[in-house]
């Protein structure tokens, strides 16, 4: 059999306090959501503030997207949010959440889900 080795450099040379068990992440509460409205927060250049159709629930969420998207371009989208964060408030406005994105080069993208599922669905 052969011997698969992890190429990527960073896993490589993570400390070991830095790596966490199967048991630790199944902690993290990855879920969809359905973005029903999108606004810029006023006073700040970054940050929008998304209401999210989480299955039954809807959620605010604050999130630092608006140089990459503008407000239209979000509603309909089906998203993943770390579903269990504690909430915390930012420019007065309560977060209930986060969304994932990631960052290279190219600039920012939302992670987002291949077709449409409902929202509140749980990601594994």
């Not at 698969?4 to 990855?30: G, M, T, W």
């Not at 406005?93 to 509140?120: N, P, Y």
Request: proline share 3%; glycine share 6%; net charge neutral.
């Amino acid at each position: 059999m052969e011997n698969i080795e992890n190429k990527d450099p960073q896993l490589q040379q993570a400390p070991a306090e830095e790596l966490i068990d199967i048991d630790y992440f199944r902690k993290v509460k990855l879920k969809t959501a359905e973005i029903i409205s999108a606004c810029r927060v006023e006073g700040t250049d970054k940050l929008m503030e998304l209401k999210l159709k989480l299955g039954e629930e809807e959620r605010t969420i604050v999130a630092g997207i608006a140089l990459h998207y503008s407000p239209e371009s979000l509603v309909g989208k089906s998203i993943i949010i770390v579903a269990n964060l504690k909430p915390a408030k930012l420019k007065g406005i309560m977060s209930q959440g986060m969304l994932l994105a990631a960052k290279d080069e190219s600039g920012l993208t939302l992670l987002t889900t291949e077709k449409k599922v409902c929202s509140g669905s749980l990601v594994s």
